[in-house]
T-cell receptor, first 111, second 119 residues
């Protein structure tokens, strides 16, 4: 079965510090992986994706993610966190035509 | 990027009434749209896949007679919550893929969501 796990309900980081939001996947075949961000009472905004190619994927707002096949992980990273990065982050995998989402991780960046 | 809108952004209705939520792709034509439900501080649950010109495909456990989906045009899908009850209160989000996007793009574009409160 296709599944995505985000092991942390919440991640706290100080502004200016690097951040990591973790995601692991369990899929059959080649994974198509995505990160989305959701601000309160809003829809999801696309950050980045891995389909094929370089394992390090760069996306919007300075975010990047590293695809690691041996560890079945796709962690989201940013070198220097901003308070405005505080939001709910979802990792997702494409299964056929459907997106399968992880449970989400709340990121809190404190000044 | 492609833009998806939803209307209304929030709605309050009385128990037993029906509510219609619209999802529009503003700058592209979407043959397929998706409807999700999200409870507070939880993930998105796919309810159904809306296919233009044909019946929607519902996920297991979703009542098709309660959540009516119509995809009458390439830019509009509607979700009607019939005979709403308080337990139907939730955040409903739609998404769509742009079929003209570059091959291998795959991402879905999400609407801003509709907050439904049933009293």
């Amino acid at each position: 079965a296709q599944s995505v796990a985000q092991p942390e309900d919440q991640v706290n980081v100080a502004e200016g510090n690097p951040l990591t939001v973790k995601c692991t996947y369990s899929v059959s075949g080649n994974p198509y992986l995505f990160w989305y961000v959701q601000y309160p009472n809003r829809g999801l905004q696309f950050l980045l994706k891995y389909i094929t190619g370089d394992n390090l994927v760069k996306g919007s707002y300075g975010f990047e993610a590293e695809f690691n096949k041996s560890q079945t992980s796709f962690h989201l990273k940013k070198p220097s966190a901003l308070v405005s990065d505080s939001a709910l982050y979802f990792c997702a995998s494409l299964y056929g035509n459907k997106l399968v989402f992880g449970a989400g991780t709340i990121l809190r960046v404190k000044s | 990027g492609a833009v998806v809108s939803q209307h209304p952004s929030w709605v309050i209705c009385k128990s037993g009434t029906s509510v219609k939520i619209e999802c529009r792709s503003l700058d592209f034509q979407a043959t397929t749209m998706f409807w999700y439900r999200q409870f507070p501080k939880q993930s998105l649950m796919l309810m159904a896949t809306s296919n233009e010109g044909s019946k929607a495909t519902y996920e297991q456990g979703v009542e098709k007679d309660k959540f009516l989906i119509n995809h009458a045009s390439l830019t509009l899908s509607t979700l009607t919550v019939t005979s709403a009850h308080p337990e139907d209160s939730s955040f409903y989000i739609c998404s769509a893929r742009d079929p003209t996007a570059a091959s291998g793009s795959y991402e879905q574009y999400f609407g801003p969501g509709t907050r439904l409160t049933v009293t």
